[in-house]
């Protein structure tokens, strides 16, 4: 069974410095990952997705991802974090079917 | 609308007694999920919709829970004989047809129902 396990459950970082959200995944084949951000009283919004063309996934607002079997892992990273990047972020697994399994998520905090 | 629609946004009720929540997913999406998400927690799979596909109901925690697709468009959730841990908001999303690893995979929510049991 897919699973993801996200390290932290918050993280605080001060305005301008790197951001760095940790997930591991759990999966039986190559899988697809994705990382979604949910801001205070708004919807989930997709930030990045990899799917087997390239380890390392660009996404929206700065982030990137690097995918790295060798580590199952799935870091998300930022260099400088910007005071709207405050949200909730979920590492998310796909199955083969397609459903997507959601980790616990991390609280991203920004410090003026 | 263009985006997924969710509604009630806010349901209170009380303990024992039915709710319906109703998702209106983006006009041509194929796939239809609801999750739930309580409070400081992650997002909890409940069932999934692909197409005519047998939906998958293996997150659904209990009996009580129940979900229809009418028309490969709307979807219905029934939570029926309501508990106080059922509360919980509530997030439908819907996405274009999974075609595997190199699929879209991109689910689009909605703004979610807040349901409350007393």
């Known amino acids: 069974a897919q699973s993801v396990t996200q390290l932290d459950s918050h993280v605080s970082v001060s305005e301008g410095t790197p951001v760095l959200l940790r997930c591991n995944y759990s999966?039986?084949?190559?899988?697809?990952l994705f990382w979604y951000v949910q801001h205070p009283n708004k919807g989930l919004q997709l930030l990045l997705k990899?799917?087997?063309?390239?380890?390392l996934v660009k996404g929206i607002n700065g982030f990137e991802a690097e995918f790295k079997k060798s580590e199952t892992s799935f870091h998300l990273t930022k260099p400088s974090a910007h005071m709207s990047d405050a949200a909730e972020y979920f590492c998310v697994v796909s199955d083969p079917g397609g459903k997507l399994i959601f980790g616990q998520g991390t609280e991203l905090s920004v410090k003026p | 609308g263009a985006g997924v629609s969710q509604s009630p946004s806010n349901k209170v009720t009380e303990k024992g007694k039915d709710v319906e929540l109703r998702c209106d997913p983006i006009s041509g999406h194929t796939a239809l999920y609801w999750y739930r998400q309580s409070l400081g927690q992650g997002l909890e799979f409940l069932i999934y919709?692909?197409?005519?596909?047998?939906?998958?109901k293996s997150g659904l925690p209990s009996d009580r829970f129940s979900a229809e697709r009418t028309g490969g468009s709307v979807s219905t959730l029934t939570i029926q004989r309501t508990q106080q841990e059922d509360s919980a908001v509530y997030l439908c999303?819907?996405?274009?047809?999974?075609?595997?690893?190199?699929?879209?995979?991109?689910?689009?929510f909605g703004e979610g129902s807040r349901l409350t049991v007393l």
């Open positions: 999303a819907s996405s274009l047809a999974w075609s595997g690893p190199m699929g879209t995979g991109e689910l689009f």
């Open positions: 919709f692909q197409g005519n596909s047998a939906p998958d």
């Open positions: 999966s039986s084949y190559s899988p697809s």
């Open positions: 990899y799917t087997s063309a390239a380890t």
